[in-house]
């Protein structure tokens, strides 16, 4: 097993930084130091011990038992915006904004919604995410992962089987790149959606909260003539509904709220609840759009279940089973 040059983490907090601050932590919170460092991690990893990258956490509910295996978050050095042809290459740590913001320098249109999803470039890619009629499908030229197996390999657009909100980015694998291609445009003109874009979401969305932004993809119009899922969420009474902190939203009710204390059970079974409801007023069962991940707190003791031998990605030694309750847990 080799050592990493990046930063490791037994027990490392995700609810420091993830959007809904709240959630268990994650069994090992690795900061790789650049890619090469990445790769050699999961190469060397045992195939068993799950992997999961996250970006900002702006589309996460982190379960309270917190995250088996490894977590990866990626560095600021991987963060860097560059223009390369007319074309915008970033590192998937970069955040929407500093995307659409060079492209915008540099007179590249069309990456202007990028402005208004608060999310890293990975995470965008591994989404679909998208507003006002685009998302990353239509931008991309190529992204490069590194995979569970630790190979790193460039894929281009079409490989990641886009459609909404969904890519091919498979389980483990990690975007560490990404090319975004757009047209010609003036920047006054690009900077001046990209501030309208701004003001809109200012307008329409609860910014400042704890939250994980749309909690439900909308449906396919032919299942609920037309209506988004705030719409429906809206028509079935669900506009500030209540469990514990956890709360619909009263400014979009397809976003749920952490008001201060809610645990990550209480704003699940919120979501759910708002499912059932909406189910029952128009017979339409929502889906998930944020991503749950990690163990509820009564599997927290039970890690991976027996066979599996977890190693200490800073030293490879081997780590007695099962997982230690972690600090993190609310
Ligand atoms: C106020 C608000 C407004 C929002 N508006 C929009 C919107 O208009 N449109 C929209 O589409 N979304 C929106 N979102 C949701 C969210 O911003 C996007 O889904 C964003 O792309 C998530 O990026 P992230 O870096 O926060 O990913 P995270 O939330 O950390 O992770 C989301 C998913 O991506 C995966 N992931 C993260 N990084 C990587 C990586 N490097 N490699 C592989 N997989 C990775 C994670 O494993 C997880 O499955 C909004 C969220 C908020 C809070």
Known sequence: MSRVRGRVERGGSLADFIWFRTG???EWLVRPADVDDLA??????DPAIPVLPVGVGSNLIVRDGGVPGVVVRLPKAMARVTIDDGRVRAGAAAMGITVASAARDA???GLEFLRGIPGTVGGAVR???GAYGRDVSDILVEATIVTRAGTIETWSADRLGYTYRHSAVPAGAVVVAALFDGVPGDPATIGAEMDRIAAEREASQPL???TGGSTFKNPPPETAGGHKAWALIDAAGCRGLRRGDAQ???????????LGSATAAEIEALGEEVRDRVNAQSGVMLEWEIQRVGLF???LREGLG???VMHDPASGHALPRPLPRAGGEK
């Open 107 to 109: 007179g590249i249109a």
């Open 208 to 210: 400042r909260s704890r």
């Open 40 to 45: 050699a991690l999961l190469a060397d990893l």
């Open 248 to 258: 619909v939203s009263d400014k979009h009710c397809n976003f749920l709220l952490n």
């Open 306 to 308: 027996e066979g599996v």
């Open 24 to 26: 268990g932590p994650a």
């Open 297 to 299: 707190p009564s599997r």
């Open 127 to 129: 989404m679909n995410a």
